[in-house]
Nanobody, 119 residues
Framework: VQLQASGGGLVHPGGSLRLSCVAS????????MGWYRQAPGKERESVAT???????NYADSVKGRFTISRDNAKNTVYLQMNSLKPEDTAVYYC??????????????WGQGTEVTVSS
């Protein structure tokens, strides 16, 4: 599975961006897709995930501001980011998981797209 992320850029505080991630390759069985981010000097953290059935999970720091969605027909996952803050500055990575019987059997990462929130 290959993941191609796009949509990052420079935005002022309070602004919005929408990230997209298109999956290609052996798609069948991909259960969970999501977005992670890594700020300079920090560990990678989960931002939001969405299951094939539409169940979503968000980091507390982005709840109410970010929305993850998924278009299964287009093999694409989106992250709508509103009310952006400087602390949202990071490289954002797309992720896809294939899960069986509760265990992750495949874990794929995209190349990352940089988001900078600054005045």
């Amino acid at each position: 599975v290959q993941l191609q992320a796009s949509g990052g850029g420079l935005v002022h505080p309070g602004g919005s961006l929408r990230l997209s991630c298109v999956a290609s390759g052996s798609i069948p069985g991909i259960n969970v897709m999501g977005w992670y981010r890594q700020a300079p000097g920090k560990e990678r953290e989960s931002v939001a995930t969405i299951s094939s059935g539409g169940t979503t999970n968000y980091a507390d720091s982005v709840k109410g501001r970010f929305t993850i969605s998924r278009d299964n027909a287009k093999n694409t996952v989106y992250l709508q980011m509103n009310s952006l803050k400087p602390e949202d500055t990071a490289v954002y990575y797309c992720n896809a998981l294939r899960v069986r019987l509760g265990a992750v059997i495949d874990n794929y990462w995209g190349q990352g797209t940089e988001v900078t929130v600054s005045s």
